[in-house]
């Protein structure tokens, strides 16, 4: 069981980029499985990128090459690290923490506009 609280997000022009972290309180969170989703307006949550408990990542084919997920368990922490942002990333940007249950940030606001 964890609790999870997203930061890192904000207005940054397109080409620009942004670190989102991922904090988490409670137990065991180094074997959760970590996943950060966005929800755009008007669209479905969609998985951006994912990490298992092994290291293990992947990226949504709109993600890779640009976005990198990591996690630092000493410090109850997962990143995504966001690079050549585009118009199209704007989107509320949520945590995901799971091991046999699912766990969700209350998410963070990233918009991309000049």
């Known amino acids: 069981q964890v609790q999870l609280v997203e930061s890192g997000g904000g207005l940054v022009q397109p080409g620009g980029s942004l670190r989102l972290s991922c904090q988490a309180s409670g137990s065991h969170f180094s074997i959760y499985t970590v996943g950060w989703y966005r929800q755009a307006p008007g669209k479905q949550r969609e998985l951006v990128a994912s990490?298992?408990?092994?290291?293990?990542?992947n990226y949504a084919d709109s993600a890779k090459g640009r976005f990198t997920i990591s996690r630092d368990n000493a410090k109850n922490t997962a990143y995504l690290q966001m690079n050549s942002l585009k118009p199209d990333d704007t989107a509320v940007y949520y945590c995901?923490?799971?091991?046999?249950?699912?766990?969700w940030g209350q998410g963070t606001q990233v918009t991309v506009s000049s």
């Open positions: 995901n923490a799971f091991y046999k249950a699912a766990y």
């Open positions: 990490i298992t408990s092994g290291g293990s990542t």
